[in-house]
Nanobody, 121 residues
Framework: QVQLVESGGGLVQPGGSLRLSCAAS????????IGWFRQAPGKEREVVSC????????WYEESVKGRFTISGDNSKNTVYLEMNNLKPEDTAVYYC??????????????WGQGTQVTVSS
């Protein structure tokens, strides 16, 4: 059974940092690419980043380039999203999900439950 469980959200001041974790079970990171999507109130869901452990490739949405870093740990079957220099416009519910090839990457069916990230002073 495929399962994705996020953790690491919270409240942070502008300019601060957070690290989100997505623990996967039921498959290995080599089988599916894992990405992060977010949805802010009143806005459509958007892809933030996607990571393919099989070849190490990454994709980032333009507004997070240079601030966010996605990575994977095979030993823990977990994908991380390191978020630095956070801005109020990063406030959203963040979901990890399996993602597919394409620009931008699309979700491919498996989702976590979401974790709230709030950037506010």
């Amino acid at each position: 059974q495929v399962q994705l469980v996020e953790s690491g959200g919270g409240l942070v001041q502008p300019g601060g940092s957070l690290r989100l974790s997505c623990a996967a079970s039921g498959f290995t990171l080599d089988e599916y690419a894992i990405g992060w999507f977010r949805q802010a109130p009143g806005k459509e869901r958007e892809v933030v980043s996607c990571f393919a452990n099989s070849d190490g490739s990454t994709w980032y949405e333009e507004s997070v380039k240079g601030r966010f870093t996605i990575s994977g740990d095979n030993s823990k079957n977990t994908v991380y999203l390191e978020m630095n220099n956070l801005k109020p416009e990063d406030t959203a519910v963040y979901y990890c999900a399996t993602c597919g090839a394409g620009v931008p990457p699309r979700p491919t069916g498996y989702w976590g439950q979401g974790t709230q990230v709030t950037v506010s002073s």
